[in-house]
């Protein structure tokens, strides 16, 4: 059975730093979402990993796959209080099917 | 264009009481996804539907929670008996035919809030 852990669970940091989020998955996969929640919101999707490899960047957020660690990174570069919110990864079940199984969540709170 | 909607936004009842939560997704989009979102938590698979597919139901924690899909459109979850441990949020997402990414990238409804008192 697959699973999927994030850590750290609760992240605060001051802006201007950078840090990294990362998620750890148990078995093969194709692809690796991360989504944003805002508090009281429903999710954003941010970012598709489909290789090893794989890097996507969009502002000031960064996201790689390695897929033979099983391990995909958020990383966070100079963070302003915008970024806060919480951040979950999720993991296609098995190659092929279309039943993700999400992270515990990142709840990341940028200090002014 | 409109994205996925879901009604009603809260829902408090009475434990033993059934409900009924609706997800219209956006048009096209034949995937759609119930997931369970407890206070703090990360969300938990529930059923997804795909076309007129089976639909996976791997996901759903009872006997007492169903869910039903009208073709490529409305989605209804509904929960029997409801219990306090169901008092959650309820999301529900849709996406594109699947046939790899991105186009499965599932679109997220502002979410059902549900209160088991």
């Known amino acids: 059975e697959l699973k999927v852990e994030q850590n750290p669970l609760f992240l605060s940091m001051q802006e201007g730093k950078n840090y990294t989020i990362y998620c750890n998955y148990s078995?093969?996969?194709?692809?690796l979402y991360w989504y944003r929640q805002d508090p009281g919101k429903s999710l954003e999707s941010l970012f598709v990993?489909?290789?090893?490899?794989a890097v996507k960047q969009e502002g000031r957020l960064m996201a790689s796959l390695d897929t033979k660690a099983r391990l995909s990174t958020l990383h966070i570069t100079a963070a302003v209080h915008d970024l806060s919110a919480t951040y979950f990864c999720?993991?296609?079940?098995?190659?092929?099917?279309?039943?993700?199984?999400f992270g515990t969540g990142t709840r990341l709170k940028v200090l002014a | 264009g409109a994205g996925v909607s879901q009604s009603p936004s809260n829902k408090v009842t009475e434990k033993g009481k059934d409900v009924e939560l609706r997800c219209d997704p956006i048009s096209g989009h034949t995937a759609l996804y119930w997931y369970r979102q407890r206070l703090g938590q990360g969300l938990e698979f529930l059923i997804y539907f795909q076309g007129n597919s089976a639909p996976d139901k791997s996901g759903l924690p009872s006997d007492r929670f169903s869910a039903e899909r009208t073709g490529e459109s409305v989605s209804t979850l509904t929960i029997q008996r409801t219990q306090q441990e169901d008092s959650a949020v309820y999301l529900c997402?849709?996406?594109?035919?699947?046939?790899?990414?991105?186009?499965?990238?599932?679109?997220f409804g502002p979410g059902t809030r549900l209160t088991v008192l």
């Open positions: 999720a993991v296609a079940a098995t190659s092929g099917t279309y039943k993700y199984i």
């Open positions: 990993l489909l290789s090893n490899g």
């Open positions: 997402a849709s996406s594109l035919p699947p046939g790899g990414a991105p186009r499965d990238t599932q679109y």
């Open positions: 078995t093969t996969s194709d692809r």
